[in-house]
T-cell receptor, first 112, second 112 residues
C-alpha cells in the first residue's frame, strides 16, 4: 500500500524544546517537501529536497532544519528558534521536482 | 509576496449549483497548474491539473479554464454536492524550478 506517512498525528511541545516530525514515503519519489499551513494563509514551503543528501530552503526556513539521508525519509526538526511553531505541518513528495505532489496526512504541532 | 492570488476566500453554494474559484499568477515561466482539495484535518489531494497548451480540462464535475494571456485560471465545480465542502487550493509550478506556489485557499460550503 503505497503512500506518505507522517507521525505523530498530534504533537505537543514545551517552549524551548526542539521536536522532530517524521515523514516517510514508499512511492520511490526523488523529491520531498515540507509545508506549514496556518488558517487563511495556504501552504508555505519550509524546505524541499530534490534528491538524497541535498535540500534547499523554502520561503520560511528560519527556525527549522531537515536531513535527507535516505530517499524514503525527510524528517523536519522544529527548533526553539522558531518563534511561532504552532501549526499544521504537511509533508509531500513527487516523482521529480515540478511533478504532481502527493501529501501526507499532516502533523498538528501545538506549543504549550 | 504571493505569486498566486486566489479568490474568493470562501463561498457558499446550494446543492446543485456551480462553484467558481479564480486564481491569477505573475510568473510567465509557470507551466503546471494543479488544483488540490483538502478536507479538515487531512492532507491536500490532487483534484485536477492543467498545462498551458490547452485552455480547458474537464474531469467529471470539475473543470479548469485557463487563460494564458490574462495569466488566470479557474476551477468550476458543476452540480455541487455537500461532499464537495472542502478547502480548495490552486498552485503553479515550473518543471525546472521544482517549487509549487500555492494560493491562499478557498473554503467551499455546499448547503443541502
Amino acid at each position: 500500500d503505497g503512500g506518505i506517512t507522517q507521525s505523530p498525528k498530534y504533537l505537543f511541545r514545551k517552549e524551548g524544546q526542539n521536536v522532530t516530525l517524521s515523514c516517510e514515503q514508499n512511492l520511490n519519489h526523488d523529491a520531498m517537501y515540507w509545508y506549514r499551513q496556518d488558517p487563511g494563509q495556504g501552504l508555505r514551503l519550509i524546505y524541499y529536497s530534490q534528491i538524497v543528501n541535498d535540500f534547499q530552503k523554502g520561503d520560511i526556513a528560519e527556525g527549522y532544519s531537515v536531513s535527507r539521508e535516505k530517499k524514503e525519509s525527510f524528517p523536519l526538526t522544529v527548533t526553539s528558534a522558531q518563534k511561532n511553531p504552532t501549526a499544521f505541518y504537511l509533508c509531500a513528495s513527487s516523482i521529480d521536482s515540478g511533478d504532481e505532489q502527493f501529501f501526507g496526512p499532516g502533523t498538528r504541532l501545538t506549543v504549550l | 509576496q504571493q505569486q498566486v492570488k486566489q479568490s474568493p476566500q470562501s463561498l457558499i453554494v446550494q446543492k446543485g449549483g456551480i462553484s467558481i474559484i479564480n486564481c491569477a499568477y505573475e510568473n510567465t515561466a509557470f507551466d503546471y497548474f494543479p488544483w488540490y482539495q483538502q478536507f479538515p484535518g487531512k492532507g491536500p489531494a490532487l483534484l485536477i491539473a492543467i498545462r498551458p497548451d490547452v485552455s480547458e480540462k474537464k474531469e467529471g464535475r470539475f473543470t479548469i479554464s485557463f487563460n494564458k494571456s490574462a495569466k488566470q485560471f479557474s476551477l468550476h465545480i458543476m452540480d455541487s454536492q455537500p461532499g464537495d465542502s472542502a478547502t480548495y487550493f490552486c498552485a503553479a509550478a515550473t518543471d525546472s524550478w521544482g517549487k509549487f506556489q500555492f494560493g491562499a485557499g478557498t473554503q467551499v460550503v455546499v448547503t443541502p
